[in-house]
């Protein structure tokens, strides 16, 4: 009894499987069936025609004429008001001071007394008194001599001459230098460049070279920077004018050529 029942359980438990896989498996067959209609028809559908190429045309719109502006009224001018004359004060002149006169008194009166009779002396002569030395300090002050008037000032000095070292180089036809060969670019001889490099250089009082710049290029600026490169390399002695050294500039030509 059992085992009937058992296989029994077990035969239905198989007969529901079987029946729930077959759903699912016709749900699964139905989508693709109906995915694939959408795709035929969608393939099927007319692809839309191309736009046309749209011309964006530009005109150019004259602007509008301005009319002149009219010029700022310039302002009068105002002459200038005279001057009020002002009365000229008149310097006023200290009075002179007034020194009151004094008046003689009138001698008072007195008795004459009888006066006693005496030898008289024999009076000495009067001896006529010295004249008053007038003006006798100024004729010392201008007999004293005046004291002589000290020298000019000295005149400034004038400004010294620009020193030998920071003057203008000096023109010169040629220099003493001994001046290095310059290395042919790779680079050029490949392209093809060639040509001649003018560099102008200025030589210092110690020989050394100061400064050097392109007065004339090739052409090329791998050509000029190796001209440039080759007299930096360089060694001259300094230029001397009655022994003395000068800033001298010369200019030196590079020729650069295929065949060198």
Request: positive net charge; charged residues 15%; contains cysteine.
């Amino acid at each position: 009894m059992r085992q009937a029942t058992a296989f029994h359980f077990g035969s239905s438990a198989k007969v529901t499987a079987r029946r729930e896989f077959a759903v699912a498996f016709t749900v699964v067959l139905a989508l693709h069936a109906a995915l694939a209609v959408w795709m035929l028809r969608s393939r099927e559908r007319p692809m839309p025609p191309p736009e046309p190429p749209r011309t964006i045309v530009a005109r150019l719109l004259s602007a509008a004429p301005v009319a002149p502006l009219a010029p700022a009224a310039t302002p009068a001018q105002v002459p200038p008001r005279e001057a009020a004359a002002r009365p000229a004060l008149t310097p006023v002149q200290p009075k002179p001071a007034v020194t009151p006169k004094l008046r003689a008194k009138p001698p008072a009166a007195h008795r004459e007394m009888p006066a006693p009779t005496l030898p008289v002396p024999p009076s000495a002569a009067t001896q006529p008194a010295p004249p008053a030395a007038v003006g006798a300090v100024g004729a010392v002050a201008h007999d004293t001599p005046t004291p002589a008037t000290t020298a000019p000032a000295a005149q400034a000095a004038q400004p010294s001459a620009p020193s030998i070292a920071t003057a203008a180089p000096k023109e010169v036809s040629h220099v003493d230098c001994n001046i290095a060969q310059p290395d042919y670019p790779e680079a050029a001889r490949r392209r093809g460049e060639s040509g001649t490099a003018v560099v102008r250089f200025v030589v210092g009082v110690d020989g050394r070279v100061e400064s050097a710049r392109i007065q004339q290029s090739s052409g090329s600026a791998r050509l000029d920077d190796a001209a440039l490169g080759a007299l930096h390399g360089s060694a001259c002695r300094p230029w001397k004018e009655a022994g003395v050294p000068v800033r001298v500039a010369y200019a030196q030509p590079f020729v650069f050529g295929l065949g060198n």
